[in-house]
Structures are given as C-alpha cells and as structure tokens.
C-alpha cells in the first residue's frame, strides 16, 4: 500500500512537472514573438520621438490633441528614463542612432549628478547612466552615478530614519513618498561597487521605517507620510496623487512592490521578500483588479468599472513581478511570472498600445500620471515605456527558453 501510494505521488508531481513544461514551452514561444515585436515597434517609434525632442529637455508625454510632445527641463524626475528606454531598446536593435540618441541625453541631463532638491536621483541617475554603465563600462557613468548617490544622501534625516522626499510645501512639513523606495537601487548599487557603506545603510533604514509607517495591515500603502523633522514622529499620513488618504494609489503600490523585491536582491533580508509577496498577494488578488490586469488608477477609484487605467503602474508591476518570481518556487512562482506575462500581452495588444506613428513616438498609452491634480491623465507617460521594456527585457533575459 505504502509502495502504491509512492507511486501514484511519484506520477502527480511527474504529470504536473510536464504539464508545467508543455505550459512553459507554449508561453516562451508567443513570449519570444512578442518581445521582438515590441522592440522593433520600440526602435520605430522613438526615431519618430528623437525628432520632436528639444535640445535642452527630456520628453515626459504627448498631448494628442495638439499634436504636440511635452517635454521637461533636467531636473524633472522622468528626466532618466528617456536615455534609459533608449538604451534598451539599442541592447535589443543594436540601431546606432538610437545609441547615439541614448549618449545625448545622458550629455544633456549629467549636471544632474549635484542635485540636491528631491529624492529622485535614482529615477534620473541610475535608470539612464546605470544602464549605460552596464552596457558599456565607461568609468566616468560609474563616477556619475557614485555622485548623484551622494547627492541623495544628502536628504537623509537622521531624526526620521528616511530620505525626505520633497521639500516643505503648502501641503506638507517634511514629506516622503513611497516612491522614495526606487531610489534605494541606486544607493545599494554603488556601496555593492566599492562606494560608500553608508548608503546601504541609508537604503536598510529608510525601507524599515517604509514598512513600519507606510504599510496598512492588508500591504496596502499610503502615498504620503508628514514628518515632524525636530521631534521625529509622523505628523499624518496622506495622499497627493491617489484617491483618498485611506486608498490604494495603483502605481504607489507598483513602486512599493519593486522598491522592496529590489532591496531583498542587495541584502538578501528575507524582510524585505516577504513585504514584496505580500505587496503582490495584495495586488494580484484584490477584486477590483481587473481580468486584463491593468489597475485602475487608484484601487479604490469611484466609477468603476469606467474609471481610468493607469497603465504605468501595470508596466512597473509587470517588471517587478519579472524579479520577484525569481525569488520564488513552485506555484508561487508561476503566479508571479503569469500574472506578469499578462499585464506584458494586455500592455501589446492594441487596447493599450500604440500604433506605428501614434502618440508621437510613445508605446504605451492609457497612463495617468496625476487624476486628483488633473495632471497627464489618459496619455502616455516615459515611464511607462521604460518598465515596459525593462519587464520584456527581463522575461528574455530570465525566462525565454530556461
């Protein structure tokens, strides 16, 4: 009985294994199709992009019914991701203008290495000159990107254990979002490359008081946390982009999911994973997601089901879902890289994709950037693109034909 019952465990786990493979196999096949599509797309596109570009500025949205692309000067915090999407697209296409394109913009936005007012040296930094850096190894990136990481570090408040996010404002004393958390990359990539320790430090702290002060008891973030800089406690908890104090703004949670999945792959502190998972377990499972898995700008948005997507935030869930399935087995794993595949093949298909010639040289469409601010709302956005590409690249690199 005992020798049976081995058996007939031994011909599940067989049976599952090669369903799985065969599943696999058939996703890695349409997945390989459309990863080469996209990039091709991508390469067409932004040739069209590289055109409307200003000398002096970086592009952040189209505005369609004026035929005009709106375009930002280099402190702005998309200002990397225009380099940065180039940049991959080049590694895919291997199109000499657009790595010629990719080397301008990093040349127009490199003073932004001493910036001190806000947070998003990562955004900016790392996302353009940490891809060029690893692409092709020219120290002087490597230096400018070790400088904007002191840049940031600057804005670390010791008595708040975090980075302040934005400078004090009508709305806010001392102000840190949960955006910060992309910018931890950054500081864990240059104390992993010789640079200062204490930025890793910097990165441990500020993502401990993140899950402390942020993290609601279903994983769900606040946008906002006010702190009292002299007396070192909160002063509320809010939003300025999202919904309500009390939602869940769709792409804070996107970047919450990465920031975290991101701090586990430098530290290895399984703290950090187990936020991630229960970010995604958030995320994947609530009722208001919808089948295509492209969020709603806000969770907990009125008007749905026709309140607007944010398909942003469903390009930077896809890429970091891409990252955590690797920290994860079995079932668990194969929930991650699905729901990925996903929001990858909604984000391809014509609902949310551009046409050839659209959208002034943009991928993704149906993006918004700020609702309650009435700001870039139904349009693409750069970063979009940018998570997009990287999710595609990771899939590629970590998936496609393992």
Same mark, same amino acid.
């Given at each position: ?24 196999t058939d996703r890695n096949t349409k997945m390989s199709k459309l ?58 296409t291997n199109n000499e203008k657009i790595k010629q394109e990719a ?83 950054? =500081? ?6 010789? +640079?200062?320790?204490?930025? !890793?430090? @910097? *990165? %441990? ?14 994983f769900s973030s606040y946008h906002v946390v006010d702190f009292d ?92 879902? =891409? ?6 087995? +079995?079932?668990?794993?194969? !929930?991650? @890289? *699905? %729901? ?63």
């Amino acid at each position: 009985m005992k020798n049976s019952f081995l058996l007939l465990l031994m011909l599940l786990a067989f049976t599952f294994n090669s369903f799985c493979y065969a599943q696999s196999t058939d996703r890695n096949t349409k997945m390989s199709k459309l990863i080469s599509e996209n990039f091709a797309l991508a390469d067409s596109q932004y040739q069209i992009m590289m055109t409307k570009v200003p000398a002096d500025q970086l592009p952040q949205t189209f505005d369609a019914k004026n035929n005009q692309l709106i375009s930002h000067e280099i402190t702005w915090w998309c200002t990397g991701f225009y380099p940065g999407s180039l940049l991959y697209i080049y590694e895919q296409t291997n199109n000499e203008k657009i790595k010629q394109e990719a080397l301008r913009a990093l040349k127009v936005i490199e003073p932004n290495q001493t910036y001190t007012g806000n947070h998003d040296l990562g955004f900016m930094m790392y996302c353009s000159f940490g891809n060029a850096y690893r692409l092709f190894k020219d120290e002087k990136y490597k230096q400018i990107i070790f400088r904007s990481a002191e840049s940031l570090a600057t804005r670390y408040k010791p008595s708040i254990k975090a980075i302040q996010s934005w400078n004090k404002n009508v709305y806010f004393d001392c102000p840190v979002i949960i955006d910060n958390m992309m910018n931890l990359e950054m =500081m864990n990539w240059v104390s992993a490359q010789g +640079g200062n320790p204490l930025y !890793k430090e @910097i *990165a %441990a702290i500020h993502s401990n008081t993140s899950i402390k002060e942020f993290y609601r008891p279903d994983f769900s973030s606040y946008h906002v946390v006010d702190f009292d800089v002299a007396k070192g406690t909160v002063r509320r908890k809010a939003t300025h982009q999202g919904a309500a104090n009390t939602s869940a703004w769709s792409r804070g949670q996107a970047w919450g999911l990465y920031g975290f999945t991101a701090m586990y792959r430098f530290t290895k502190n399984k703290v950090y994973l187990d936020q991630a998972k229960n970010i995604a377990q958030f995320y994947l499972d609530h009722p208001n997601l919808p089948a295509d898995k492209i969020p709603y700008w806000d969770f907990d948005a009125g008007q749905q089901p026709i309140a607007k997507r944010d398909a942003s935030a469903g390009a930077i869930t896809a890429s970091a879902l =891409m990252e955590l399935a690797q920290y994860a087995t +079995g079932k668990e794993k194969e !929930k991650y @890289i *699905a %729901a990925g595949v996903q929001m990858l093949e909604s984000l391809s298909s014509p609902a949310y994709r551009s046409k050839l010639g659209e959208n002034g040289g943009f991928l993704i469409k149906h993006c918004v950037g700020a609702l309650t601010l009435n700001s870039e709302i139904d349009v693409p956005l750069i970063y979009a693109d940018y998570y997009f590409l990287e999710a595609l690249k990771r899939y590629k690199d970590w998936y496609l034909n393992k």
